[in-house]
Structures are given as C-alpha cells and as structure tokens.
C-alpha cells in the first residue's frame, strides 16, 4: 500500500491525503480541503490523481481546509461516498454552501475587472450549484469506535478528536496493514467538546502540527486574560472586536461570556453576534448536545448556553451597518476569523485606527492573511481596498485554540500501545513541524515530513 499527501504538507491547510492499496487500485482518501495560504492558493485548482478513481473519501471534520474542495472534486468526476459523522455532515453542509457563496462572488468581481480591463478571464473553483449537488454524496453515518468495512476491503473506524463538534481522527486497515489520520486534534481544556480519545495502534500515524512547537496557556489564564481585555477596553470608552470562525470558537466565546454574565463578571455591554453563519452553526450545536462534555449536557437539556440577557444576534445588513453608531462598550463577534472576508471588515474599517479600541485574536492566523499581519504587528493594513492605520489594542489569546498543543499532541501520540514504523508529520508550519520532529525524535520515534505529491510505502 502507498499513501500521498495533495495538501497540508509542510503548510497547515489544504488537508488531503490517499491510501492506495496498489494491488486491485481501491483507494481511500482523508479529506480534500482548501489551501487558505495565499502562497499555495494555486494547489486549489491542481487534481495531481484522477478523481474518477477514488472509491471513498473520509472527513475527518467540517472545518473548510479539511472539506473545503469537496464540490470541486465531484465536479472534476468523482463517484464514490463521503463518509463522515452526522453533525460534521450538517456542519459541512452549511460552511461550504457559504464557501460556495464566497467563491462565486468572488469571481463575479474578478469576472467584471477582467472584461473591463481586458485580461484572462478568472477561474471558477466552484459555486453553490456545485456545492448542492456534493450534498448528494455523504453518508453520515460514521460513529465512534465503531468499525466500517468498506466495499472495497478497507475497514475504517473513526474516533473523537475532540477538535470541533462531529470531528474525528481515523484508523483504516486493509491487509494486515494500518494507518491513522489524526485530523485535526483538539484543545483538552475547552468547555464543550469532549477531550480526544487515544489512538490505540498503527503502523504508520500522519499527525497534525499545528501548534507542535508551543504551549498554550491555561484555559483558566486565558479567560482571565480576555475578561480583564473587556474590562480595560470598557475602561478606555472602546469597542472589543472578536474576528472568530463561525464553528466552535463563536460557541466557546458565546459560551464563555454566558459565564462571565451568569457569574457577574461581565460588566454591563452589548455583545453582537454578527455572523449568520454562526447562528446556524449555533443551532447545530444545540441540536447535537450528546456529543459535549458530560458535565454540559444537564446545562443543554435545561435551555441554550449560548444565550444571556446582553446578546444581540444580528441578522441583516443594516442590522450590521447600525453597529456601527455604537462608539463603545460594545463587543463584536464575527466572522471571518482570519480576515479573508466577512463582516468583520467593515467593524475593522470602523474601530482599528482608534487607540481606544481592541482586536481580540482568537484562531490561528495563516501565513499571507490580514489577521496574520495585524498579528505580527504591521502598523498600516489595507481593509476592503482602503489603507488603515492600526491602532487599536491588538491581543492574541491562544489558549482558546481549538487545537492541542504540543504538550498534548505528545499525550495523543505517546498514548499508542507500539511504536509505529513511522510517524508523518502534516499540518503545520515547516519550521513548526522542525520543532515537532525533535521532541518525537527524543521519544524514539522514526518521523518523516513528506512533501507535497510524494509517495510514501506502508
Ligand atoms: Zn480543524
């Protein structure tokens, strides 16, 4: 059997890897996301192998660099099913049909700049069209700890990841042989997604990166540390801008200024959740409460954690613009949660030149994006085409991160009972994946970092 790697290799998104059992041709591929890098944008339009042959595709989880080019791959012949959990199947639904949203508008504009300044015509990834008919092949019925043999002699077991809802890594075997696919793994300490399981054995692990050179702080810090954020803008008369992804994040801030108010920490604002998008993944989440912590599922049962007096759930656009009017004491959440677009842009446009106010990061930040300059501290920014000064308080809280840190990406991988013949690392940055590489080496483990397209024997 062989295994190549289309995406995420030596760079965090684009997530896709494809077993191949050389012998009859069946295969199994692990997802097919988007690359968000602006430095690989290209790969999102490369089809290195033949779609037509691909008997299965795997998902590990909804998040767009994991599904994100799904409606491309039908669109260029694929056939077979996609396999996933339910409620990653419901996520997945609404976040690419918003992608699929994106995209086309996107292409409408570069469409009209082309023929006005006379220059090649754009290509279209795919548009909502497409992304429709992808629903019709998912079959959401992957669950836990339970093994699935394929029609093509694969068997495939998913387990929690406890990454975002619905999200798993993934054990598939054929011929004595095994392989796991750690997705995306996720952060032990946050409030509502239950912690990730441990991957018992295989003989070969590719294993995300993403936070493999660093520690987070405590969760327990990190609420400290974005309360006193609220409570020092508040001071300053300022706004408090969160640019949050739509799934999880949101929640977790949802959820977690639902305490603060519950417990009377929360001094008296108003919190805008500005992002549809994030309401309906809300909605999700409510609907899927059995998936969650034990200990949050009587406060499920009981009514919507989400939910508290100072929240405001914006829907239009002009519910939108009127934010705006609002100078301070007011807390944004919206989306997109690395500045690609999105709603976030206009608050930007109107609160990050002022000093009073603040810019709360809560995700990781990819290479090449707006969120990933105002992080490292660019001092001008261009938003929706205009030059901006950056002087609000600019703040990172990584200890929100839905993705295990390193600490706890060694617990994962030291948990398997034999030491694999090899661990790949994927998903991350080349001089985090360096970093990585040493502590496992230091453990015993062989590691490899494969690049993009290349083989690798099980
Ligand atoms: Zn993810």
């Known amino acids: 059997m062989i295994i190549k790697s289309f995406g995420a290799t030596k760079n965090v998104t684009g997530s896709c890897h494809l077993l191949i059992d050389e012998k009859d041709d069946s295969s199994v591929m692990v997802d097919f996301g988007l690359f968000q890098e602006r430095e690989f944008e290209e790969r999102n339009y490369r089809l290195d192998f033949n779609p037509k042959g691909i008997d299965y595709l795997i998902l590990t989880h909804a998040h767009i660099d994991h599904c994100g080019r799904i409606p491309f791959l039908i669109k260029n012949g694929f056939k077979g099913r996609i396999l996933c959990t339910k409620p990653t199947y419901q996520l997945a639904k609404v976040l690419l049909l918003d992608t699929g949203k994106i995209i086309s508008e996107n292409y409408k504009y570069e469409l009209k700049k082309s023929?006005?300044?006379?220059?090649?015509?754009?290509?279209?990834?795919?548009?909502?069209?497409?992304?429709?008919?992808?629903?019709?092949?998912?079959?959401?019925?992957?669950?836990?700890?339970?093994?699935?043999?394929?029609?093509?002699?694969?068997?495939v077991e998913a387990h929690d990841a406890g990454h975002i809802l619905g999200s798993s890594f993934v054990k598939i075997k054929k011929n004595g042989k095994s392989a796991i696919f750690s997705g995306d793994l996720g952060n032990k300490e946050k409030p509502i997604v239950r912690n990730f399981e441990y991957p018992g054995e295989a003989d070969i692990i590719y294993t995300e990166t993403t936070y493999g050179d660093r520690n987070h702080r405590s969760f327990k810090e990190s609420k400290e540390e974005f309360l006193a954020v609220i409570k020092e803008t508040f001071k300053n008369n300022g706004n408090v801008l969160i640019p949050s992804y739509a799934t999880e994040r949101a929640q977790d801030i949802l959820y977690i200024l639902r305490e603060f108010y519950e417990q009377g920490l929360l001094p008296k604002c108003r919190v805008f959740l500005d992002s549809p998008l994030a309401l309906n993944v809300t909605n999700i989440f409510i609907q899927n409460f059995s998936y969650f912590k034990e200990d949050n599922i009587p406060l499920f049962k009981k009514g919507d954690p989400f939910n508290f007096p100072y929240l405001n759930i914006v829907k239009d656009v002009e519910e939108s613009k009127n934010i705006n009017k609002v100078s301070e004491r007011a807390i944004i959440i919206a989306g997109s949660g690395m500045l690609h677009g999105g709603r976030i842009l206009h608050h930007l446009k109107h609160n990050i030149w002022k000093k009073e106010n603040a810019v709360v990061f809560v995700g990781y930040q990819a290479k090449g994006t707006l969120g990933r300059k105002i992080v490292a501290k660019e001092k001008k920014v261009d938003i929706l085409g205009e030059n901006f000064e950056v002087n609000a308080q600019i703040y990172t809280i990584n200890g929100f991160s839905s993705h295990a840190d390193q600490n706890e990406l060694i617990e994962w991988i030291t948990a398997l009972r034999f030491k694999p013949e090899k661990v790949c690392l994927v998903h991350g940055d080349e001089d985090v994946m360096g970093v990585y590489k040493s502590k496992l080496e230091e453990r015993g483990f062989s590691v490899y970092i494969p690049d993009y397209t290349e083989k690798i024997n099980l």
């Open 115 to 155: 023929l006005r300044r006379n220059e090649e015509k754009p290509r279209l990834l795919y548009n909502e069209s497409d992304v429709l008919d992808s629903f019709d092949y998912f079959d959401p019925f992957l669950e836990y700890g339970k093994p699935y043999e394929l029609k093509n002699g694969f068997v």
